[in-house]
Structure formats: C-alpha cells, structure tokens
C-alpha cells in the first residue's frame, strides 16, 4: 500500500538537539515513571516468588529472537541510511529502503515467531537452565507464547519510529514504550482476574500494548504525514545493501546491552525462587536514569550527528558528541552515587507494599547499590553506539561490545563462589567501566576530536560534588528520625524529598562555583522555560 508525498515541510538542518532532547526526556521519563509504576503493580500485587520468576523468565524467549535477528541494529542501521537520501531531497529512495527493509524484516521475524512458538518449551529449557521443575518450564513457554507476536510491533515499529526520527518528529516515538507499560499495568490489575495464571495477565498486557503503541499509533500518524510504503523484496538498490551491511557485524557479535538480560536471567535461574525477580526490580531501578538522561539524549542526539556527517561538517559532529557526553556526565554522576547510598528508602519506596514485603526488599536495596557503581558508565553507552551508527560504522562498537560480553560472563564465573548472585549486578558494573574507556578510545581513532581533557575535568568536577551530595544525603538517611521513617512507602518517600532536594540544590551550587559549563547549560534552560511561561508566543 502506497500513499502519495504531500507537501510536508522538512524540518530546518538547524533543528535545536536540545529541544530534541527535552522532548525525549519528558517522554522516556514518562515512559520509565510508568515502568516504575508498573512494576510497584507488579510487586504489590505478586511480590517476588516462583510466580513472578517465571513470568521474568517467559520474556528470555522473545528477547531471543530479538536478539538473533539483530533487532536492536536494526533502527540503527536504518536511521542514518534513511537519513542520509532524505535529507538530500531523494525522498523516492529513502521510501524505496524503508519498504524493501520493511518487508524483509517483517518475513524474517514471522518466522521466526513461528518457530519460537512451536519450540517454546525446549526453549524455555535453554533460556533458564535452572528451573527443572516441568510445571515452572510449562508456565515459562506459556507465557512466551503470549508475548511473542509483540516482537513483529518492535521489529517493524522500530522502522517506522526511525522515518519519524529522521524527520524530526520525537514526541510519536516516545509513545510507544509508555503505552506498552500502561497495556501491561492494565494487563495487571484487570486482565490478571480473568486469565490462569493470574500473572498472565500481564503478558496479555504487554502483547496489546506493544501492538498500540508500536504499530497502530506510527502507522496512523505516518498516514497523515504522506509516508510511503510498497512490499518489495529488491535488495539491488545501494542503501539496502549499506543497511544490511551495517546490521551484519550486530548478528554476528554478542554485544552486552543485547544480551545482558538473556545472560542475567540465565544465571539468576539456578537461585532459589525470587533471586530472578530480585534481579529484575533492582535492574528496572538502575535503568531508570539510563532511559531519562543516556537514551534520551542519545535518541536526540543522534539524527544532528547523523546529519553533520552526511554533509562533512566533522568539527560540528564532534562538538555536539562531547557536549552531550559532558552533560550525560554531569547528570549521572551524582544519580550513581545517590542511588548506592539511598538504595533501601529507595526500594522502600517504589516497591515495598501488598506483597512485596521488607524481606525482599534487604536484597534488592543490595543489588540496586552494587549496580550503581557503572550507572553513569552505562548512561554514556548508548550515545557512544549512536555517534558509530552516525558514521555508518557498526563494527567497532559491536567487537568491543563482544569482547566485554565475555568479559561480562568472565567475571560473573569468577565472582559466583564467593557473591553468589550479586556478583550479576558486579560484573554488570565492571563491564560497562571498561566498555565505556574502550568505545572512547575506538571513536577518538575513528573521527579524532574527542575532548579527553575536558571530560575528565567534567567528571572530576561532578565527581567532588556528586561525593559531597552523596555524603550529606547518607549522613542525613542515618539521623535517628529520618532513618525511622524509611520503615514504610509514604516515609521513605518524604525522606527522599527532605534529602533529595537540598542535595541536589548543593550540588548545583558546586557546580556552580567550579565554573562547570554544564550548569552554565541549565541556568539557561531554566531562562528559556521562565521567558516562555511569560512570553509564550516569543519564539
């Protein structure tokens, strides 16, 4: 089907990244709020046992497949392809890519789907080795089965969200991932009472919530906006094969981020019932601030770089990557070291409640420490991949990514006899450090112009006072009333906000006094929203 170009004005070359970026801050923000809330429903509601084990274990399938056909390269390889035809007005060619990766793409995956769902059990005895009982792999493979059509919505969603990237348009995309949490927060609280197992109810959730927000939403607005699409198999044309080229070294690699949750689940699964759902709560906490301020500004940052490189601006391209990952510094830094010393009113907070007891609660406050430590390293990461795929390099990123997934299982094996399972969350941590060093190192080569001087100097800074912040915020936690208080929901969340705030005031006013660009950055931001809320129609 095949819908004709309307006069749809481009987008300016000069579009603000930081407008971008607030837009895809407010909407990944949103989206990790809702994951937040739908895993309190979660924990509320099924606590952290065999139930929600299995239910954890069931998503190892689909994530599988996404992983063998390079789902997470797939956008990535596509936006800067379809970027480049697009913004030099050969709009009939960037169409043409996206209809023959479309079609390909999507035959590829439903057979994959078909097989995943005749061999879901065996599968699901592959994925999660530890669990020998037949009922629990039984509930495993059902649960899959559920969930398994939503990976067509990702895979061909992802296609249709990088068409809208490429033309500026962000608020559409930061959609999808909160409609499929609002499909699997209903699928908890409604869907549960009338499907066995209840739990269930959740994967029924997040099927029709990954098919709203993934392919009916984009599908709608990419109509409206005069998008083209006709089914072709013709791979002759040269920027297929560029994408194709791009995708290949991803499913030949075993980059980290792509499989960490497979290896992570993998593991947790030879643990007593409720390790894998510790796991799982932890690692929702620790990725909340990787969503709002690493993706986010990787996502906004990426179509400027994409663009500075297909018109050779290359000092332009490397003043925007080391803007961005000063500021990423700048954020995460003190979000790392707040959420190791504030892990328990933290969890307290989010998750302890119906039946999530304190009992879970000790162990998942320990793990949300232990991951803290490569937060910001891992914050850095997706922008990092994204200035490679704006180049159109997709080699480097996904060697250095295997060789730190074996480092990754490496260290886990190591670190087992004597952490057991936290020494998951451990070697998470060490393998983002050396992955971040070594991606730097790569793109300095590639491109040169990487600001090492001033990066350090940004993160020695935000360092002092992250510690400063973090050392007051501990010793507050530990003051007799307020440590009292952090026993229930509602205290815990007060206590947060009595220490929370004034730390983070502190540490702007350190930054502040170190002279750090970065809050030089805000102070303006914040100009901008005060004039807008005055003058509303000034710009």
Request: proline fraction near 6%; aromatic fraction near 10%.
């Amino acid at each position: 089907m095949s819908h004709p170009t309307r006069n749809v004005a481009k987008p300016a070359p000069g579009t603000s990244v930081g407008r971008a970026g607030a837009i895809m801050v407010v909407s990944l923000f949103l989206s990790r709020v809702l994951g937040l809330v739908r895993e309190m429903v979660m924990s509320g509601k099924f606590g952290a046992d065999i139930n929600t084990d299995t239910y954890t274990l069931a998503f190892s399938i689909p994530d599988l497949l996404f992983f063998l056909v390079a789902g997470g390269a797939l956008s990535s390889a596509f936006i800067p392809v379809f970027t480049e035809y697009y913004s030099q007005d050969k709009e009939d060619d960037a169409w043409h890519i996206f209809s023959v990766v479309a079609t390909i793409m999507a035959s590829v995956v439903l057979a994959f789907i078909v097989v995943a769902w005749i061999f879901a059990e065996p599968l699901a005895r592959l994925v999660a080795p530890g669990k020998t009982d037949p009922a629990e792999i039984a509930e495993i493979a059902f649960m899959s089965r559920i969930v398994l059509p939503a990976q067509f919505a990702f895979f061909v969603g992802g296609l249709m969200f990088g068409t809208l990237y490429a033309r500026k348009v962000f608020a559409v995309p930061g959609l999808g991932p909160n409609v499929y949490n609002l499909g699997i927060i209903v699928g908890a609280l409604f869907i549960s009472n009338v499907v066995t197992p209840s739990i269930a109810g959740m994967s029924w959730g997040a099927l029709v919530g990954a098919i709203v927000g993934n392919l009916v939403i984009p599908a709608i607005v990419m109509h409206r906006m005069g998008s083209q699409y006709r089914p072709s198999f013709d791979v002759s044309h040269p920027g297929v094969q560029k994408v194709f080229k791009l995708m290949l070294p991803v499913i030949l690699g075993l980059s980290l981020p792509g499989v960490y949750d497979l290896i992570s689940r993998y593991f947790g699964s030879f643990y007593a019932a409720g390790v894998n759902s510790w796991l799982k709560y932890a690692n929702v906490l620790m990725q909340a601030p990787l969503g709002v301020f690493g993706q986010s500004l990787a996502i906004a940052v990426f179509p400027a770089l994409s663009q500075f490189y297909a018109k050779g601006e290359m000092r332009a391209y490397q003043a925007q990557l080391n803007a961005t990952l000063r500021q990423v510094l700048f954020i995460t830094i003190p979000v790392s070291l707040l959420m190791a010393v504030a892990s328990r009113p933290i969890v307290v907070a989010i998750f302890q409640h119906g039946q999530f007891t304190a009992a879970s609660t000790v162990p998942v406050a320990e793990l949300l420490s232990i991951f803290s430590i490569g937060v910001w390293a891992w914050c850095l990461h997706p922008v990092l991949m994204r200035a490679f795929f704006a180049i159109q390099h997709s080699v480097t990123p996904i060697v250095l990514g295997t060789i730190t997934t074996f480092l990754y299982l490496g260290t886990i094996q190591l670190l087992r006899p004597s952490m057991e399972y936290r020494a998951i969350p451990a070697a998470s941590s060490v393998s983002a450090l050396v992955l971040v060093v070594m991606l730097l190192v790569a793109i300095q080569r590639r491109i040169g112009g990487i600001d090492f001087p001033g990066l350090a100097m940004t993160a020695g800074k935000s360092l002092l006072g992250g510690i400063v912040f973090a050392g007051v915020t501990y010793a507050l936690l530990q003051w007799p009333t307020l440590a009292n208080l952090q026993t229930n929901k509602l205290g815990s969340v007060a206590v947060l906000l009595a220490v929370c705030v004034p730390g983070i005031v502190l540490y702007y006013a350190i930054a502040t006094a170190l002279r750090m660009p970065e809050a030089a950055t805000l102070d303006r931001a914040m100009a901008r929203f005060r004039r807008n809320r005055t003058h509303p129609d000034s710009e």
